[in-house]
């Protein structure tokens, strides 16, 4: 597994629509929308989630997590003084139960111990597969701001 920077010709957009629109297909497929319908939402939503992203944290990094050299997911991750904050994390359903969620994550957390701040991530409190991953490898809830669970990983002293 890889870590690189997206690409700022714009050639990873359709890898990452197709992720989002990956996480998103059990949501669309409760819509009553035809398939033009549900594709024209999609992107909508996409965009509206990169310009909010990219407006939010403009210093972010903006990556794309690679395995034997193809796409699988995207981290994007916010760094400050006072914290490391994992502002969105996505694997595709394709490479999801395999480890490489856990793998990527505590691989990432070395750069909060290396700094000496905290971890940080919101996780949809209805995502109980995530919010088992962060459990697993560290993160306690540190509040609740509904849909979500604020979470918190420190290095053990």
Not at 64 to 92: F, H, S
Request: include cysteine; charged fraction near 20%; aromatic fraction near 8%.
């Amino acid at each position: 597994m890889t870590v690189r920077p997206e690409a700022d010709d714009g050639s990873d957009e359709p890898f990452l629509f197709n992720l989002f629109a990956s996480q998103k297909l059990p949501d669309m497929a409760l819509m009553p929308l035809d398939a033009a319908g549900k594709e024209q939402l999609l992107r909508m939503q996409y965009r509206s989630m990169s310009a909010s992203y990219h407006r939010q944290f403009p210093q972010a990094r903006f990556e794309i997590v690679q395995l034997n050299g193809l796409r699988a997911g995207r981290l994007i991750t916010d760094v400050t003084a006072e914290r490391v904050y994992y502002v969105d994390i996505a694997i595709l359903p394709q490479c999801q139960g395999g480890g490489v969620a856990t793998a990527l994550m505590t691989a990432v957390l070395d750069e909060p111990r290396r700094l000496g701040v905290p971890g940080r991530v919101k996780v949809m409190a209805s995502n109980f597969a995530s919010l088992r991953l962060c459990e697993k490898i560290g993160f306690t809830v540190a509040g609740q701001e509904p849909p979500y669970a604020d979470l918190e990983w420190r290095a053990a002293p």
